[in-house]
């Protein structure tokens, strides 16, 4: 299953009728975003730049998935030790390091052929210990740390793929993460202290904690933007805020407030953009401006987002949901677009300039977004418009759920589900519509309440299956027409406003009920079945 998202918000989706809604707002771009099936709780996710494969730990099938990220499919499925979890690449060496946390094991792949090469063991830990790692390319070493165990950072030669060392730092090591403009390993540690330890062989201080920074906060992963000379570490147990870290000093200068708990971060060092996941209850991916530090965009990932990382060559950013079987793959689009079967598009925010075409998935336009242009839906899908303005028509043929609110549609509205499609549901209220809203075919009209029509409202040869319809506080500048229709369940027409004729002919009601109109036309009841009819 794939998803677009167009956000220059900060989104909080709640799925509703098939649809989805959110209640804050920020600047942001144009993304396309795609989920990808791959093994039980995926959690660790490393991307090779030269082959474009994404590396997937799926903790809880033993196992890592290889995704072609040209293709967004899996390829490949290698088996590893208990729990895979965290990961680290040296695309140099083709080769990838997976910690195995239940029987502490790293197992090594070769990304050539993807076969696991060597299982290096860490015979003295107990259980679980083993928590993350990262891979020096330049010095061809790699860092594992062990926490709940004897505060050690293990060193792993990458020539011999051995362990050759021990770096003691204190207290509970989690996160590390390689400064490559300097070679110097941070250790964000449970007890709110960054260990720095030098990494340079050339050193004379090679492999001892130079530095120690105090966070008064309880780091746990950590990302460098070696541009900027920035890390940026997440937090846990309670702490919502990120801390920024001067590499060149080694010392806090600042936090991040998220207002939720977090998981993992990464850094995209071209456009200076900071990603963080969150599990609950945000389960979201959060995007921080590197230069004014300020949130910019919230995507809504579901289930429990863990790890991120990013492809420069795809310019796609890849998110482990742990709670699941996915991984979400997020890309910038631009322009004109189709929205095909099983992908998710959220525009909010934005003014977006070309067509969009829906054919089988589903479309979400909000948070004071404007389009300009027309939305086709030629076969089935979901859409929902909300708090927008839509400067063209809406062409929608098979549409299986439909939500306007709050919103401005510049053009007319033309909705017919065919009736070898199944009913959809319509809902449409506090809008403005400014030429005709026309129906037809199998369609579960459920409200058009307290809407602007500038046009005609016209309901022909249409089915309503299985709702009551809600017709009402609506103003119509034109004709209402219902013709040839059926009402299997209620009709509910009060408090309308009427400027041409009430037209209701050779259609079939359940039930209808007629209050408190103003039609400024004719009403005009011919050829009608009413079983029950209330004024």
Request: proline share 3%.
């Amino acid at each position: 299953m794939s998803r677009v998202i167009i956000l220059p918000v900060i989104l909080v989706l709640v799925f509703s009728l098939g649809l989805v809604s959110s209640d804050q707002a920020f600047a942001t771009g144009i993304n396309k975003i795609s989920t990808i099936d791959v093994g039980n709780s995926p959690q660790g996710v490393v991307i090779d730049p030269d082959t474009n494969r994404i590396y997937v730990s799926n903790v809880g099938d033993d196992t890592i998935s290889v995704i072609d990220g040209d293709t967004k499919t899996v390829i490949d499925e290698i088996d590893v030790g208990f729990q895979p979890r965290r990961m680290a690449l040296n695309s140099i060496t083709d080769t990838v390091y997976v910690i195995n946390s239940l029987d502490s094991t790293v197992s090594v792949i070769n990304t050539v052929d993807n076969t696991v090469i060597k299982t290096i063991p860490f015979e003295s830990l107990s259980h679980d210990t083993l928590y993350d790692i990262a891979v020096n390319e330049i010095t061809n070493t790699i860092y594992v740390t062990n926490h709940f165990a004897d505060n050690r950072v293990f060193v792993i030669d990458g020539n011999s793929n051995e362990l050759i060392d021990t770096i003691t730092v204190g207290n509970g090591p989690l996160g590390v993460a390689i400064n490559p403009t300097t070679n110097d390993i941070f250790v964000a540690r449970s007890t709110g202290v960054i260990s720095v330890i030098d990494g340079d062989p050339l050193s004379p201080l090679y492999h001892t904690v130079i530095d120690e920074i105090n966070t008064a906060n309880r780091p746990d992963q950590i990302a460098i933007n070696p541009e900027t000379h920035r890390a940026y570490v997440t937090n846990h147990f309670g702490d919502t805020k990120i801390s920024v870290i001067d590499t060149q000093l080694n010392s806090l200068i600042g936090t991040i407030e998220l207002d939720v708990e977090h998981e993992d971060v990464a850094i995209d060092s071209e456009t200076n953009k900071i990603y963080v996941t969150s599990k609950f209850p945000h389960r979201s991916l959060f995007v921080i401006d590197g230069v004014t530090e300020q949130i910019v965009e919230k995507i809504f990932t579901n289930v429990a987002p863990q790890d991120v990382a990013i492809n420069h060559n795809l310019n796609t950013i890849y998110v482990s949901n742990f709670f699941s079987h996915d991984v979400i793959a997020i890309t910038p689009i631009e322009g004109s677009f189709n929205v095909e079967a099983g992908e998710f598009v959220v525009i909010g925010g934005a003014t977006v300039s070309g067509d969009i075409t829906v054919n089988g998935g589903t479309l979400v336009l909000e948070n004071n977004c404007t389009l300009n242009g027309k939305i086709s839906l030629k076969t089935t899908g979901t859409i929902s418009i909300s708090n927008c303005t839509i400067n063209g028509d809406l062409k929608i043929k098979g549409v299986s759920s439909m939500i306007i609110s709050n919103s401005q549609i510049n053009g007319k509205v033309d909705i017919k589900n065919p009736s070898k499609i199944s009913e959809s549901d319509i809902h449409i209220f506090d809008s403005e519509i400014s030429k005709d809203l026309k129906f037809s075919g199998m369609v579960n009209i459920n409200e058009i309440t307290s809407t602007q029509i500038g046009g005609n409202l016209i309901i022909k040869n249409t089915i309503v299956p299985s709702a009551d319809t809600d017709i009402g506080n609506t103003n119509v500048n034109g004709n209402l027409i219902i013709e040839k229709s059926q009402f299997f369940d209620d009709l509910n027409f009060g408090g309308n406003w009427i400027g041409g004729n009430l037209i209701l002919k050779n259609s079939e009601l359940l039930e209808a009920s007629f209050n408190a109109n103003t039609v400024g036309g004719d009403l005009k009841l011919e050829k009608n079945h009413v079983d029950e009819f209330l004024q």
